[in-house]
């Protein structure tokens, strides 16, 4: 692993506005950076990115089964009471699933370890997807890597094939209304570009926001023209869902959720600790604990990371490293439970400048399989949701 400089393309600005990639720069800095790329070998890729996330991903599956018929762990998880029924007659009714991300802290030389999985609403994903291979079809082209140069990513293939399967096996019922919350760029254009995917795979689709979700008096949820929406992709974490008003009303609505219910217990950081007790030194895995109320409100000890259940974008994490480095992040998640994770620092590689870039591998799932690769940098070990997506590329020596 190998973190290589190189020229932007100078119209790379001009090639992702006119393709709906809108959130390229953030607050003025750019998000996706192309002046570097990570090189990997081919091994790297197969042994110890793509194996252990589908090795993580199926041993997280097995995880949901036990957790939803257990009032013991859906309390350690902190799910509302009203939402287990939910939930486990979701799972039972093996609800189909689209995507998931988990971050792993990877330095090309010992096991990747899972920090976390975003299972729920994860995104960086078109960027990963899309124009990440855009880039590296452009980059051979003009000579920069040679023809045998390759990108661990297959997710757009997949995301159109389950869709396609789902359709197929009438496991949605279309039209698939997709929606974001209304003004959030980066959530339309993710949201935008699995419309897109669905339609490859032919299936009706329509798009909404958030807020233009509204209940008929029967409990239907519709869209803006009383249209009832039966099959719901819903870039929209499912924790706000349960606390806001329309919370009580989703088992009663029969709406079909993507991701369905049963993914608001791997979109919970709960399942670190519980995956670390079933699997203890599980080499891709990170020691993790639960934190009770006088445990949250202790000094973290140097060499450990608290996160809140369900915090997002790296928000309200307190990080102590193991020469006592202290480092938190703000947020809005401050007074919720917590987990309590060893530290284990992400790799640091310097610019010709001197400062730090810290690399967080993104490794993603569509339906259930390993389906490739994204890579988030920024100059603190936090990443966080403005920290930059840079490209990677398989180059053999």
């Known amino acids: 692993m190998k973190r290589i400089l190189t020229t932007p393309r100078p119209d790379w600005r001009e090639q992702a506005q006119s393709l709906g990639f809108h959130f390229h720069t953030i607050d003025g800095e750019a998000y996706w950076d192309e002046s570097a ?118 997710i757009q293939e997949l995301l159109i094939e389950t869709f396609a399967t789902l359709s197929r096996e009438k496991r949605i019922a279309t039209p698939v209304h997709f929606a974001a919350v209304e003004d959030s760029v980066e959530d339309r254009g993710t949201v935008r570009y699995l419309r897109d995917c669905a339609e490859q795979a032919g299936v009706d689709t329509l798009e909404l926001s958030i807020e233009g979700i509204g209940l008929s008096k029967e409990g239907w949820f519709t869209d803006g023209d009383d249209r009832v929406i039966k099959t719901l992709f819903k870039l929209y974490p499912l924790e706000w869902m349960f606390v806001e008003e329309y919370g009580p009303k989703l088992a009663a609505s029969q709406v079909q959720l993507i991701e369905p219910a049963w993914k608001a217990i791997l979109s919970n950081k709960g399942v670190l600790p519980l995956l670390w007790e079933r699997h203890r030194d599980h080499p891709n895995l990170l020691e993790a604990q639960f934190e009770d109320a006088a445990a949250q409100t202790a000094e973290l000890p140097a060499g450990w990371v608290r996160k809140p259940l369900f915090s997002r974008e790296g928000a309200n994490i307190e990080l102590v490293s193991a020469s006592g480095e202290r480092l938190r992040s703000d947020g809005p998640y401050q007074d919720g439970p917590t987990i309590r994770q060893a530290h284990h620092p992400l790799p640091r590689f310097d610019g010709d400048d001197g400062a730090a870039n810290y690399p967080l591998i993104g490794s993603w799932v569509v339906a259930d399989q390993a389906a490739g690769m994204g890579i988030r940098e920024d100059a603190s070990p936090i990443t966080q949701d403005t920290s930059r997506f840079v490209p990677h590329a398989i180059i053999e020596d």
């Not at 090189?39 to 991903?57: K, N, S, V, W, Y």
């Not at 009032?71 to 609800?95: C, G, M």
């Not at 792993?104 to 990963?128: M, Q, V």
């Open 37 to 154: 790329y990570y090189a990997f070998g081919l091994r790297q890729i197969e042994d110890d990115i793509e194996q252990p996330t589908q090795e993580l991903h199926d041993m997280s599956m097995a995880l949901v089964d036990e957790v939803v018929g257990s009032e013991e762990l859906l309390t350690r998880l902190a799910i509302p009471t009203d939402y287990w029924d939910w939930i486990a007659a979701s799972w039972r009714r093996r609800e189909p699933h689209l995507y998931g991300r988990m971050d792993l802290a990877y330095d090309g030389r010992g096991p990747a370890k899972l920090y976390e999985l975003n299972y729920d609403t994860p995104t960086s994903l078109y960027e990963a997807a899309y124009f990440q291979w855009l880039w590296l079809e452009q980059a051979i082209a003009r000579g920069t890597f040679g023809e045998g140069s390759d990108q661990y990513n297959r």
